[in-house]
């Protein structure tokens, strides 16, 4: 996703969107390459957050703990002083939420087409069709 701009970036994932990802392990460590603070914030509770990194080997830099996502994204920004803040997110919530807190907001889709990351095209499987058999009554 490196265009040429300003390595010195902070870098915030939605939960929600780093899920959509095929490999969010790999999206980390590529991003880590050209940002300088990878985290992860989210309205879940803190151990949900933590759940999903480690069954991913996601180390960040931060993430929102128990605060709202407004709140966390305005703390990240007072502690990592850096060029640009940006956040990656799924919805037309996510890119108000960064607009309010001042931080630049890039659509997930956007932002794996720069980089090169798969989305996970799996579909719910939460609740499957059922079977169409020919040979039932």
């Known amino acids: 996703m490196d265009g040429g701009g300003s390595t010195d970036m902070t870098l915030a994932f939605e939960l929600e969107a780093l899920k959509e990802l095929t490999d969010p392990e790999a999206v980390f460590s590529d991003a880590r ?6 985290g992860v914030i989210s309205e879940k509770p803190t151990y949900v957050v933590t759940n999903f990194t480690r069954k991913n080997r996601i180390r960040q830099d931060f993430f929102s703990g128990p ?5 966390s994204l305005e703390n990240v920004r007072s502690q990592f002083q850096t060029d640009r ?15 309010s ?5 890039l659509p997930l889709e956007q ?3 720069a980089a090169g990351w798969a989305i996970d095209e799996a579909e719910d499987t939460a609740d499957p069709e059922p079977e169409q058999r020919d040979d039932w009554p």
């Open 85 to 99: 803040h940006v956040f990656v997110g799924l919805t037309d919530e996510d890119e108000e939420l960064a607009e």
């Open 33 to 38: 390459s050209w940002s300088e603070y990878v």
């Open 67 to 71: 605060r709202g996502r407004a709140e």
């Open 111 to 113: 932002a794996a087409e």
């Open 101 to 105: 807190v001042d931080w630049e907001f």
